[in-house]
């Protein structure tokens, strides 16, 4: 009987209880950022090294610039014999290391791949040349161990589109 009697008492508290679950509401819209002409836009990056074109939509109409990026294939290195230590350490090294690409610019998005192929993930460089790409790749702690190797490939896309 006294079981029943507490068992009672926790459901009946339970079930009295309300969970109330406030919304804070924002009424002010999210400051845009200022959007540059495309013309000078073009004129920026061109000034800083990038290779831009333009093109025209033929279903809108509108002219589209196109940029070159650099995007870095991250391959299986020949150095593979990191001990299990090593590996997490370089690992942590080197999510710093794109994450400081990020930071300063330099890489607009990076990430593995999900199979266990050869390549093992990209990053694409938002620099004006190859060489520089490159260089900044090189950087990277699990390259300079050999445990992955960079390939390098110019590549072109529409200025200020987002991925979906």
Not at 10 to 34: H, R
Not at 109 to 126: A, K, L, Q, V, W
Not at 136 to 150: C, F, Q, T, Y
Request: proline share 5%; with cysteine.
């Amino acid at each position: 009987m006294r079981n029943k009697l507490i068992v009672s008492l926790v459901l009946f508290s339970l079930l009295s209880c309300e969970t109330k679950i406030e919304k804070e509401i924002i009424t002010e819209p999210c400051p845009e950022e200022a959007k540059i002409p495309m013309a000078e836009l073009k004129k920026q990056l061109t000034e800083k090294g990038f290779q831009t074109f333009d093109y025209v939509d033929e279903k809108s109409g509108d002219t589209i610039l196109m940029q070159q990026y650099f995007i870095a294939f991250l391959k299986t290195g020949t150095n593979r014999s990191q001990s299990k230590e090593e590996t997490d350490s370089l690992q942590k090294l080197h999510l710093a290391h794109l994450g400081r690409m990020y930071e300063e610019g330099f890489a607009d998005i990076s990430g593995p791949f999900g199979d266990d192929g050869e390549i093992r993930g990209i990053t694409i460089y938002n620099v004006p040349t190859q060489k520089m790409a490159d260089s900044l790749a090189n950087m990277d702690p699990m390259v300079k161990s050999g445990r992955l190797e960079i390939e390098i490939h110019p590549w072109w896309a529409a200025k200020g589109f987002p991925l979906r």
